[in-house]
């Protein structure tokens, strides 16, 4: 089994939305009551099922939800731990084999600790290692093999200390001490992907601001050197005060672009930011949609061969769902009400069907809410 674990897929009431040409559909299959709060979710295999499960950290009781997916969109068990005073989440939850046994371990953040627990195969878990961390209020995470050592190595975003922390895997899941990048301000997400094109995984993060007033955010890129070690940040200007973040071909020239959204009364949108292959990045463009948007996923969600975007927003619990036209632009948005407050989205297919469907946590309803892809989104129906 691949030992990122579905780290790299790209993710009962029906919700109509309607436009003047089209409809798109997505149906809840799952509403888990995870108990206070969940706010981040991620994906893995947690019992060697082959199917899709999912890690939900929840902020007030400082516990990780384990739900095991049943492969139809459906999520019937859950495991809930904390350990031994080792509070479980205060941030994201990073997914991997860290100590390469063949099942899936998750890396829980709880202010600057990294607690790893490993994975018993079955969905439960246990305390394998805890590190220190120099940064403060860590709160975002990601996995990939970063020195191509073969061991999986782990990216945190620290808010108030304003950096990353690279943590490099040594394979029995503990981790070398911490290497601090800065950055010019706290950081929501990153992610690991080849910008320039050069066979190495760079960084790619979203400091909030720019400048001393917070009207600009930037998309940041660390090119990495090939060791691990990366070199400083190349900026760019990413709009108002960007948070969620995600990293693909929008406009299918093999290069990598990315999309964050801004999250602010002035502006409400998500914007793209095309690459040059070569780690550089043109201006962004905006496209509006709901109140408050947190959190953007990429996919091809009605089989066209263009990649859209889903948009959580959190204000008025909605999704927005934007139709790629192949070029770098999107349709206007499409939304539908999914529950209060949903702080992340998850594009991944739930039930085999070969269509990502959508999961969100609902923050203030307690909830994780699951949507599986009903074939027509947008009014467009691709071959089975």
């Given amino acids: 089994m691949n030992r990122v674990l579905f780290n790299s897929l790209i993710l009962s009431s029906f919700f109509l939305v309607t436009t003047a040409a089209s409809v798109a559909q997505f149906k809840e299959t799952a509403n888990v009551n995870t108990s206070p709060n969940p706010q981040f979710l991620s994906i893995g295999d947690f019992n060697n099922d082959g199917i899709p499960d999912l890690a939900v950290s929840l902020v007030l009781p400082n516990n990780v939800a384990i739900l095991l997916g049943a492969g139809d969109g459906t999520f019937p068990t859950r495991f809930e731990f904390g350990s031994r005073g080792l509070r479980g989440s205060y941030g994201s939850i990073a997914v991997g084999d860290f100590n390469e046994d063949g099942n899936a371990d998750i890396g ?72 601090e990048y800065p950055l010019v301000s706290g950081a929501s ?46 900026r760019f200007d990413a709009g108002f005060f960007p948070h969620g973040l995600a990293v693909a071909d929008v406009n299918n020239d093999g290069k990598l672009d990315a999309a964050v959204t801004n999250p602010n009364s002035a502006a409400n949108m998500v914007s793209v930011l095309l690459g040059n292959g070569d780690g550089t990045f043109g201006p962004p463009v905006g496209f509006p949609v709901e109140s408050s948007p947190l959190a953007v996923a990429i996919a091809d969600f009605d089989g066209d ?43 991944v297919d739930f039930n085999g069907d070969g269509l990502p469907d959508l999961a969100f946590p609902l923050y203030e309803a307690h909830h994780v809410s699951v949507y599986t892809n009903q074939r027509n989104v947008f009014g467009i129906v691709p071959p089975r």
Avoid: K, W
């Fill in 305 to 347: 061969g263009n990649p859209d975007l889903a948009v959580a927003n959190t204000d008025n619990a909605t999704v927005s769902l934007l139709r790629g036209n192949g070029d770098g632009t999107f349709q206007p948005a499409q939304s539908f009400r999914i529950g209060q407050s949903p702080s992340d989205v998850l594009a």
């Fill in 108 to 179: 829980v953040l709880y202010s600057e600790l990294l607690n790893i627990f490993a994975g018993n195969g079955n969905g439960t878990f246990h305390l394998l290692s805890s590190t220190a961390m120099i940064g403060i209020v860590s709160v975002y995470s990601t996995v990939a093999d970063l020195n191509n050592d073969g061991h999986l190595d782990i990216v945190i975003t620290n808010v108030v200390s304003s950096d990353l922390s690279v943590l490099l895997g040594n394979g029995d899941g503990t981790f070398q001490p911490t290497v």
């Fill in 189 to 234: 997400q990153v992610r690991a992907f080849d910008v320039n094109r050069d066979g190495h995984l760079d960084l790619v993060t979203d400091p909030a601001c720019s400048d001393s007033n917070c009207t600009h955010g930037e998309l940041d890129i660390l090119l990495n050197n090939g060791d691990g070690t990366f070199q400083p940040p190349l």
